[in-house]
């Protein structure tokens, strides 16, 4: 069965210092990824995703970036963390479809809170 | 753009009642999925159903059931006899081809 990890659970960074969350997937070969971000009390926002190694799409421009180097893994960062930044971000993998990434069912992650002081 | 509605932000209900969770989506497209998803206090996103737009039947799990009106653009969620460990948040959401929306979540709480 696929599992999905993502790490750390919780973090709290002060203003200005790096980030680094990673998301890895067990079980299954040549998945999409996706990184969410829930902000205190609001809905999904799609941040990136990856149909394969190296492949990145931004969905909303920002002070973060993510790159998956390996099949199964994929990277949330950031050179300097924002207070806005603070919030729930999820990872995510679906089996990749012929008729695009959308489409097919997404599986989560546990999470990882994110504070920013 | 797609865009999906839940416009009940917090539902409180008492155990063993039902309740039927709203979602309504706007789309251009004529094929698109619909899913639901719950979210309990752990934070993780637990997939509940997906549902692709030529498919209106009704369907029903144990306590959960769900109806889709392509006239409406509506895709309800209901739960019968409900239970505390239903208390979690419930997002609807839509995919089209290379993008996926969610709802901005209702938030159910069941007291004994």
Known sequence: SQTIH????TLVQPVGSPLSLECTVEGTSN????WYRQAAGRGLQLLFYSVGIGQISSEVPQNLSASRPQDRQFILSSKKLLLSDSGFYLCAWSVIKASGPGTDTQYFGPGTRL??? | AQKVTQA????SVVEKEDVTLDCVY???DTTYYL??????????LVFLIRRNSFDEQNEISGRYSWNFQKSTSSFNFTITASQVVDSAVYFCALSELNDMRFGAG???TVKP
């Open chain 2, 106 to 108: 209702t938030r159910l």
């Open chain 2, 35 to 44: 899913f639901w998803y719950k979210q309990p206090p752990s934070g993780e």
């Open chain 2, 26 to 28: 706007e789309t251009r």
């Open chain 1, 115 to 117: 504070t920013v002081l």
């Open chain 1, 6 to 9: 993502q790490w750390p659970a």
């Open chain 2, 8 to 11: 009940q932000t917090e539902i």
């Open chain 1, 31 to 34: 998945p999409n990824l996706y």
